[in-house]
């Protein structure tokens, strides 16, 4: 298969990933922003962000259209620009997608920590809601700021990095080299038949792979002890314990996702230079699952959250009753109890709508 076909298939899995990011988050966004909701307080801010932010993420991925190449010992990540633009920007632009990366895992990891505080230490809770929340997305938008810099500063582009890339852009994808730019994660270097470790490079990949295993290891701490302290717990009713088992497994299943689209794939692909593993233009296959994780990852919550199932099942099935209005406001009080933090005196009883603190 020739290379070229590869631009002809992430064309088409890019639109297709982007069109399938705005059904699924916005679907999501409309039931989470209903007022029979049963997501409360700092939980579904974090949900509205993150809905927000894939469907920008989907969007960069549109506007940049990228390609991901490996030739010898180097991982090239290309963006095919829509018009022309200084060098500067373009380069900041292409790093930017890699920034776009750091951000989703520094998200997943905080959705799993607000779950594992929410449940296993309820008091703190309150270093969610109100302005620290904010604190909180800053403080992934800086360690997604550190990722783009250290694409951007510690991966800087060579005479050989410029020659091989000309010959990938002209010869294997059939492109004009003006209307692309990229970023080389390159490791090594040839001194007079001598291989040598490029430093720079490489404390920018020990970067990126740190900000890697912390989320998920974070992700994979909170995921477990929330779990055990849910199977646990002998003062919740069986109806709650459900509620919150649901709430558990739907992001289990949102670990699993980025796990398989982005965590995986995106850790083989580094390492391909490393071991000489020439996988060429098949490296496409991350870009592929970088277009289309946005789309699949909201339908965790929408298909594994009852509430929200039900009422997209009747949306699709055309009835024009979904539930009962009392059946949704019991459920939603079930599932503010179980959202919400135990001892949390801003709760009230009987309303199944949180008031603000």
């Not at 579904?44 to 390609?67: D, G, H, N, Q, W």
């Not at 800053?138 to 700021?145: K, M, N, P, S």
């Not at 071991?275 to 592929?288: E, K, R, S």
Request: charged share 15%.
């Amino acid at each position: 298969m020739s290379d070229a076909v590869w631009i002809s298939i992430t064309n088409a899995t890019g639109m297709f990933g982007i069109t399938f990011s705005l059904f699924s988050n916005c679907t999501l966004l409309a039931l989470i922003l209903c007022k029979v909701s049963p997501v409360k307080g700092p939980y579904k801010s974090i949900l509205i962000f993150f809905c927000c932010f894939t469907m920008f993420y989907s969007a960069v991925e549109m506007f940049l259209r990228p390609i991901i190449h490996i030739y010898d010992d180097t991982l090239f990540v290309m963006q095919r620009k829509w018009f022309q633009m200084s060098k500067f920007a373009s380069h900041l632009t292409t790093t930017m997608y890699c920034g776009c990366y750091a951000m989703s895992f520094v998200l997943f990891a905080l959705q799993f920590l607000y779950r594992y505080i929410a449940t296993c230490m309820p008091q703190q809770v309150v270093k969610f809601q109100g302005i620290r929340f904010f604190f909180w997305i800053f403080g992934a938008f800086c360690i997604a700021l550190s990722w783009e810099s250290a694409a951007f500063f510690l991966f800087p582009q060579s005479d050989r990095t410029q020659k091989v890339f000309l010959n990938i852009v002209n010869q294997s994808y059939g492109l004009d080299a003006n209307f692309v730019d990229y970023v080389p994660y390159r490791y090594f270097e040839n001194d007079e038949g001598t291989r040598k470790v490029i430093m720079l490079n490489i404390i920018g990949i020990i970067q990126h792979v740190i900000i890697m295993l912390v989320s998920f290891g974070t992700l994979f701490y909170c995921a477990f002890k929330t779990y055990s302290t849910i199977s646990k717990h002998k003062g919740m009713s069986i109806k709650t314990k459900e509620l919150q088992m649901q709430l558990f497994r739907a992001l289990a299943v949102q670990a699993a996702i980025p796990m398989i689209f982005m965590y995986a794939p995106l850790l083989f692909l580094y390492a391909c230079p490393l071991i000489n593993l020439q996988l060429g233009a098949l490296a496409n296959y991350q870009t592929i699952m970088g277009q289309l994780y946005p789309g699949v990852d909201p339908f965790a919550v929408l298909f594994l959250v009852n509430v929200y199932r039900r009422t997209l099942l009747n949306i699709i099935c055309l009835r024009t009753t979904s539930l009962k209005e009392s059946s949704i406001q019991e459920n939603s009080r079930k599932y503010e109890a179980a959202v919400s933090p135990r001892g949390d005196p801003c709760r009230p009883k009987s309303s199944t709508v949180s008031p603000k603190c």
